[in-house]
């Protein structure tokens, strides 16, 4: 019959279309739910790297960058939190809308259901079947008579299948829709909580910042010897790239082999641009790429040629990929630099104290380099960077994201 393969293509099309519609949002708050875990886990991270700091040394500029990152992260989660609430929120109205239409579909299919029955109940004994039968004018009309109620009785289980089916899915539906209204309000309770943590670690921010404006100049004392071990690591940077790549040159007029193997070493770290493994085991960026105001000086820009990763005492650099080292430099009695080349392309590693590679050193990726020097102020930090050739490249965007 052709109404009743209607109600199937329309029972179908509303299976696919509510698991399409399921699946879709999912994702979405499958991929928010993993951002808001990852944060969480840096901002413990975080906590973990402040509470080591001895309470003495409280009031620095390092503990203001963990509290600036802390805040960072904290204002993406609360974000993260309420693209989930806005997510939740449509899919609960979405399931609204279905369910509504679920219980408007399963009352047509009852009453239509009720009605063949009711007929069907009046012409369900034998007499009146062949009453019908035999008041045929002719054998076609009483075949087609036949087969009529034939179809009638196969209508009839074939909807109560129906109903029995829309009636399972309405349910489950129903449970959906009663999780998600939970989980909306779970999720409403952390951004409110998100958003007071928020405020209390600005307030700790405030605070922090007035006591250090109190010793301006120590602090600019600091930022010059800062920018003078800056400019140091970049004037060895570029001059040990330069003679990196000079003798690379005079090697492949030597050894043509020498120059498509550099070739294919460059090619293969660029296609694993994203996909770096971080320098370290564990860490969090303190500070990213670029041009910084200072956190507490006024009118005073920091520019940074790679990335500061605070990570804890001990911790190891390690090789990001193959390669070979060309340079191992004092920028400092405390601050020891490693570059690596990698075809045309080289990984700086600078603030480390021990290191356990010379020049020359072929290592893998992990290859241990050296550790994180740690500070008086129990800052353990890391500066990262990546040059091609002699230009310096912002290194999270050659890095794996966590």
Same mark, same amino acid.
Do not use: C
């Given at each position: 019959?052709?109404?009743?393969?209607?109600?199937?293509?329309?029972?179908?099309?509303?299976?696919?279309?509510?698991?399409?519609?399921?699946?879709?949002?999912?994702?979405?708050?499958?991929?928010?739910?993993?951002?808001?875990?990852?944060?969480?886990?840096?901002?413990?991270?975080?906590?973990?790297?402040?509470?080591?700091?001895?309470?003495?040394?409280?009031?620095?500029?390092?503990?203001?960058?963990?509290? #600036?990152?802390?805040?960072? +992260?904290? %204002? =993406?989660?609360?974000? &993260? /939190?309420?693209? $989930? !609430?806005?997510? @939740?929120?449509?899919?609960?109205?979405?399931?609204?809308?279905?369910?509504?239409?679920?219980?408007?579909?399963?009352?047509?299919?009852?009453?239509?259901?009720?009605?063949?029955?009711?007929?069907?109940?009046?012409?369900?004994?034998?007499?009146?079947?062949?009453?019908?039968?035999?008041?045929?004018?002719?054998?076609?009309?009483?075949?087609?008579?036949?087969?009529?109620?034939?179809?009638?009785?196969?209508?009839?289980?074939?909807?109560?299948?129906?109903?029995?089916?829309?009636?399972?899915?309405?349910?489950?539906?129903? #449970?959906?829709?009663?999780? +998600?209204? %939970? =989980?909306?309000?779970? &999720? /409403?309770?952390? $951004? !409110?909580?998100? @958003?007071?943590?928020?405020?209390?670690?600005?307030?700790?921010?405030?605070?922090?910042?007035?006591?250090?404006?109190?010793?301006?100049?120590?602090?600019?004392?600091?930022?010059?010897?800062?920018?003078?071990?800056?400019?140091?690591?970049?004037?060895?940077?570029?001059?040990?790239?330069?003679?990196?790549?000079?003798?690379?040159?005079?090697?492949?007029?030597?050894?043509?082999?020498?120059?498509?193997?550099?070739?294919?070493?460059?090619?293969?770290?660029?296609?694993?641009?994203?996909?770096?493994?971080?320098?370290?085991?564990?860490?969090?960026?303190?500070?990213?790429?670029?041009?910084?105001?200072?956190?507490?000086?006024?009118?005073?820009?920091?520019?940074?040629?790679?990335?500061?990763?605070?990570?804890?005492?001990?911790?190891?650099?390690?090789?990001?990929?193959?390669?070979?080292?060309?340079?191992?430099?004092?920028?400092?009695?405390?601050?020891?630099?490693?570059?690596?080349?990698?075809?045309?392309?080289?990984?700086?590693?600078?603030?480390?104290?021990?290191?356990?590679?010379?020049?020359?050193?072929?290592?893998?990726?992990?290859?241990?380099?050296?550790?994180?020097?740690?500070?008086?102020?129990?800052?353990?930090?890391?500066?990262?960077?990546?040059?091609?050739?002699?230009?310096?490249?912002?290194?999270?965007?050659?890095?794996?994201?966590?």
């Amino acid at each position: 019959m052709v109404v009743k393969n209607k109600y199937r293509i329309l029972f179908l099309f509303l299976m696919i279309f509510a698991l399409v519609s399921r699946v879709a949002g999912q994702d979405n708050l499958t991929t928010l739910k993993k951002k808001r875990k990852q944060l969480e886990k840096e901002i413990e991270y975080t906590n973990k790297l402040i509470s080591k700091i001895g309470k003495s040394k409280k009031n620095t500029l390092y503990s203001l960058d963990l509290i #600036n990152n802390k805040i960072v +992260r904290r %204002q =993406e989660l609360a974000a &993260t /939190l309420k693209r $989930e !609430v806005y997510l @939740l929120t449509d899919s609960i109205s979405s399931l609204n809308v279905s369910v509504k239409k679920l219980d408007d579909r399963l009352d047509y299919l009852k009453n239509e259901y009720a009605r063949i029955a009711y007929y069907a109940s009046k012409t369900d004994n034998g007499y009146s079947r062949l009453i019908f039968l035999f008041s045929s004018r002719d054998i076609n009309q009483a075949y087609q008579r036949m087969r009529y109620l034939s179809e009638i009785s196969s209508y009839i289980r074939n909807e109560a299948g129906n109903i029995k089916a829309l009636e399972a899915v309405k349910e489950h539906r129903k #449970n959906d829709l009663e999780s +998600r209204i %939970q =989980e909306k309000k779970n &999720t /409403l309770d952390m $951004e !409110v909580s998100q @958003l007071s943590l928020l405020q209390l670690e600005q307030q700790k921010k405030s605070r922090l910042k007035r006591r250090l404006s109190s010793r301006e100049r120590s602090l600019r004392r600091q930022l010059r010897a800062k920018e003078k071990e800056s400019a140091l690591l970049n004037k060895k940077i570029e001059s040990a790239i330069a003679r990196a790549t000079e003798i690379a040159r005079e090697n492949s007029r030597k050894a043509t082999k020498l120059s498509v193997s550099e070739l294919k070493v460059s090619q293969l770290f660029y296609k694993k641009r994203g996909k770096l493994p971080w320098p370290v085991k564990e860490g969090i960026v303190s500070q990213t790429f670029g041009v910084h105001s200072d956190p507490v000086l006024k009118n005073i820009k920091i520019r940074n040629n790679g990335i500061n990763i605070s990570t804890d005492k001990g911790s190891v650099a390690r090789a990001v990929f193959e390669g070979t080292v060309v340079s191992v430099m004092a920028i400092t009695s405390i601050n020891i630099a490693v570059i690596v080349k990698h075809g045309n392309y080289f990984t700086v590693f600078s603030g480390l104290d021990k290191v356990f590679v010379t020049n020359g050193n072929v290592v893998k990726p992990g290859a241990a380099l050296g550790t994180v020097h740690t500070n008086l102020q129990g800052q353990t930090e890391l500066h990262f960077e990546v040059w091609k050739g002699r230009q310096y490249q912002n290194p999270a965007g050659w890095l794996a994201k966590k």
